[in-house]
């Protein structure tokens, strides 16, 4: 499923999904969430053989970064803009499809907000 241009979230079990990123490669797999903020999401999961557990980075949609910066991360914890979570299994409608579209209803509010944002500022996006 892609999340965004470029980027897909691919699955393969309940436990077990993957993010990868034309641009930066694969980002988590293994056991990944994403939580929606104000102008981006963050991804949280394993990464390549699992070695490396809980990457944690942030998909900042107004810069067009990854970010995986401590700061960033307890600022956004600390954030009351913090939308819905969800799971590979949720967010692809694999056993309800109300979680499904709750996750599409998020993905579209928060391009929204980025749109907006670019207009405030008076910028395109790409």
Same mark, same amino acid.
């Given at each position: 499923?892609?999340? +965004?241009?470029?980027?897909? @979230?691919?699955?393969?079990?309940? @436990? ?5 990123? &034309? $641009?930066?490669? +694969?980002?988590? !797999? ?18 390549? !053989? ?9 998909? &900042? *949609?107004?810069?067009?970064? %990854? /970010? ?7 600022? %956004?914890?600390?954030? /009351? ?20 579209? *709750?996750?599409?209803? &998020?993905?579209?509010? *928060? $391009?929204?907000?980025?749109?907006? $944002?670019?207009?405030?500022?008076? +910028?395109?996006p790409l």
């Open positions: 499923m892609e999340i +965004v241009p470029g980027m897909v @979230w691919e699955y393969y079990s309940q @436990w077990h999904s993957r993010v990868v990123s &034309d $641009k930066y490669g +694969v980002i988590a !797999d293994g056991y990944v969430q994403i939580t929606f903020y104000k102008y981006g999401f963050d991804i949280i999961g394993d990464v390549g !053989d699992c070695s490396e557990s809980g990457r944690w980075v942030y998909v &900042d *949609l107004v810069r067009n970064v %990854l /970010d995986g910066r401590e700061d960033t991360h307890i600022s %956004l914890i600390r954030c /009351d803009e913090k939308f819905n979570s969800y799971d590979a299994g949720s967010a692809m409608g694999m056993f309800v499809k109300e979680p499904h579209h *709750l996750y599409l209803a &998020d993905m579209e509010a *928060l $391009k929204e907000r980025v749109a907006k $944002k670019f207009m405030q500022e008076g +910028v395109r």
